[in-house]
């Protein structure tokens, strides 16, 4: 299916109560996993350094938990604890999840579900888009261009 990006099927796409519903769920999804990733480290970065993980190679210690793969150190217990802080800190999910992982992963569905719509309103397939075009198409449909062509910025004469 080929179609095309104009200013019009954009202005319709953008009107379409569809992509209004599926642009604030984005947004929302994308506050609540900033907000989860920063509770989330808050609480478990503390109980990470109290393991003493290293760096394999340096021996230096590490200095976040994404860079465990690092380590040759079993990192089973540090996973339990973080089940255990989880819960404490309210997140009922099973053993091994992420509460900002989880959320994360929602806000990629919801950016997943607005760049299906897209492609179907627009008739472009953007699910299956490099990195730079997704990125470029969603920052497009989260925060599309409002001015009018009376407050676009005239041509300047080119100097050699």
Known sequence: MTGSLTIENLKRF????????LRAAVLVSRAVAKKTRADVDA???PAFHGFGFVDAETGKPL?????????????TAFYAACDDL??????DLPAGYCPALVAEHAVIKAENALLKHAGSCLGIDFECACLDIRRDALALFLDPPRASAAKL????????
């Open 153 to 160: 910025p005239r041509r300047t004469r080119r100097t050699r």
């Open 14 to 21: 953008d009107r379409n109560p569809v992509t209004q519903a």
């Open 43 to 45: 609480y478990t970065m």
């Open 86 to 91: 989880n819960r404490a800190h309210g997140y």
């Open 63 to 75: 200095k976040h938990w994404s860079d465990l793969y690092l380590s040759h150190q079993d990192a």
